[in-house]
């Protein structure tokens, strides 16, 4: 049984940073894909970024060059350095890890962007 749990979420201004972390437990093995994915109210669940076992990235447009993902394959830890936020950025955030045909989710974390 694969877990996710994710941490870091809060309240900041416009222009602020926050750091996300995702900690993922249980069986896993092989090539994966680690990302998160946001939904605002209203709105439906979208891709952040993604980041497979063997490195690769893929980030939505609106947060190119201000998000950045990474992770710690040996700790099955997926983070998103998010900075120059902006109050379009408010949602929840959910992490996602991606196994051949599996999906699991994490709960998900409140992020608010006040302007």
């Known amino acids: 049984q694969v877990q996710l749990v994710e941490s870091g979420g809060g309240l900041v201004q416009a222009g602020g940073s926050l750091r996300l972390s995702c900690a993922a437990s249980?069986?896993?093995?092989?090539?994966?894909?680690m990302g998160w994915y946001r939904q605002a109210p209203g709105k439906q669940r979208e891709l952040v970024a993604t980041?497979?076992?063997?490195?690769?990235?893929n980030y939505a447009d609106s947060v190119k060059g201000r998000f950045t993902i990474s992770r710690d394959n040996a700790k099955n830890w997926v983070y998103l350095q998010m900075s120059s936020l902006k109050p379009e950025d408010t949602a929840v955030y959910y992490c996602?890890?991606?196994?051949?045909?599996?999906?699991?989710w994490g709960r998900g974390t409140q992020v608010t962007v006040s302007s």
């Open positions: 996602n890890l991606h196994i051949t045909i599996w999906d699991y």
């Open positions: 249980g069986t896993i093995f092989g090539d994966n894909a």
């Open positions: 980041i497979t076992s063997g490195g690769s990235t």
